[in-house]
């Protein structure tokens, strides 16, 4: 199969071999400086997502083994938020005022290190202190990565480049989990901490040599007439945080009580491949809702992305056997795909250059909180419904996500409703959008 604009090539080679290629126009249209810097940026989120995953399915094991109950291994999991939540507004701030490099370089420092703080301690209070340490790399490395990946595309080909380079999310984690799955289960938990600190380290060279966009330039000479915190009621933003603050809890419930959910239902299975299920589903989606929705619009795959979520805790809710955590795994994955790609393109549709990293990160928080509170308080619940009852109370949220955003997505009901459905564009969405930056 071959087109030239964006194609998928699959060549059997005396029925031995099979190459998947991917081409990309997309960056062909973008300055070559920029497009190498695309490049670099592109090779650190791998190693980014990667080391942050690798201990997905091991870490909440880990924590177990100390004699933790539920909800401890639910608080312990759950103080990565803390992190997030209290270096989003001064990180966000740092990536539009004095640069997107410097607030990257932070995360993956932080994504080096907290690996090697797991392996030094096995006493909560100090697993707490360092997995709230940890939660620092993804509101700084996601954020500024969102920003930059923004600032270098064309208007109309936002969605397009935003799925592209955001591949490295799915990619990371399917190939984390898998590493860090079987690590453990081959030599135990230290070799798996230092592969995922020296993945960290290797992304910090990388993020090293990535270059700054003109626009955090035009950004510190603008008067900041709007604050961090008050943006998060502002119509733009307002929603989509509500709506990630309902897929936050319900991602927090998933990575942090799978791993002990299917050890509870003694479900044969390395806890690793439901994570790569997901990824691998949250990688094909990708190629395809991006470009789809420059020409729809976000609203339809943002209620697609509800819908896959929502069938997805169904599923885990009622899982008795290996095939059906996968599968769910999967639909979970092509909901996550499609969700958070999706969010960015809104919010950069929805705000200027100079204003994109404080409106990227007041977005996330509730997606922050979400994760926040999932631990401690459904581990807490989990302790008198078991694990399976949490995933049914997730049905309940990825519900009411899917109404509200039906309902309050625009600015009337009616305008909501369409937006959604995709019959209208988005009312908040800024026009007028300048030329794509360069590096400097």
């Not at 797991?118 to 697993?127: G, Q, V």
């Not at 490295?168 to 070799?191: C, D, H, Q, S």
């Not at 709007?226 to 990630?244: C, G, K």
């Not at 069938?311 to 290996?322: E, R, T």
Request: charged share 10%; glycine share 10%; aromatic share 10%.
């Amino acid at each position: 199969m071959y087109d030239s604009a964006n194609f998928l090539y699959i060549r059997h080679d005396k029925g031995s071999s099979i190459w998947l290629e991917i081409t990309l126009k997309v960056l062909q249209t973008l300055a070559p400086s920029v497009r190498h810097n695309l490049m670099i940026l592109f090779a650190a989120g791998l190693l980014f997502w990667s080391g942050l995953a690798s201990h997905l399915p091991t870490l909440p094991l880990y924590i177990a083994q100390t004699g933790a109950n539920q909800q401890w291994i639910g608080i312990v999991m759950g103080s990565f938020a803390i992190g997030l939540l209290i270096s989003r507004q001064w990180l966000a701030k740092l990536a539009d005022l004095q640069g997107r490099k410097r607030v990257l370089l932070i995360g993956m420092t932080a994504v080096a290190v907290a690996p090697l703080g797991y392996l030094l301690t096995d006493h909560i209070p100090f697993l707490i202190g360092i997995r709230a340490f940890h939660g620092i790399s993804i509101a700084a490395f996601a954020l500024a990565y969102s920003a930059l990946v923004v600032d270098f595309s064309p208007p109309q080909h936002r969605g397009e480049l935003i799925g592209y380079m955001s591949l490295v999310n799915p990619t990371g984690l399917a190939i984390g989990p898998a590493i860090g799955g079987f690590l453990y289960e081959w030599y135990g938990f230290a070799p798996m901490f230092l592969t995922a600190a020296g993945m960290g380290l290797v992304g910090l060279v990388c993020t090293a040599q990535v270059r700054e966009s003109s626009v955090v330039q035009q950004a510190a000479q603008q008067q900041q007439s709007s604050q961090f915190w008050s943006l998060l009621v502002d119509p733009r933003v307002r929603i989509p945080a509500v709506i990630l603050l309902l897929v936050g809890l319900t991602f927090g419930t998933l990575s942090t009580f799978v791993p002990l959910y299917i050890k509870e239902v003694g479900v044969s299975l390395n806890t690793g491949l439901f994570y790569t299920a997901a990824a691998i589903a949250s990688f094909l989606i990708r190629l395809v809702v991006g470009s789809a929705s420059d020409r729809y619009g976000r609203g339809p795959f943002i209620s697609l992305s509800l819908v896959f979520y929502t069938l997805a805790m169904i599923m885990l809710w009622q899982a008795h056997d290996a095939v059906t955590f996968l599968l769910a795994g999967a639909i979970e994955g092509a909901g996550s795909g499609t969700l958070i790609p999706m969010m960015a393109a809104l919010m950069a549709d929805r705000s200027q250059p100079h204003e994109r990293g404080r409106m990227f990160g007041v977005c996330m928080i509730g997606f922050d909180v979400g994760i926040a509170l999932a631990g401690p308080v459904l581990g807490a619940v989990a302790v008198q419904i078991g694990y399976r009852g949490i995933f049914g109370i997730c049905v309940g949220l990825g519900v009411a996500a899917i109404l509200i955003f039906l309902t309050q997505s625009s600015k009337t009901l009616l305008t909501s409703w369409h937006f959604a459905l995709g019959k209208s564009q988005d009312f908040y969405a800024v026009g007028g959008e300048s030329e794509v930056s360069s590096p400097l």
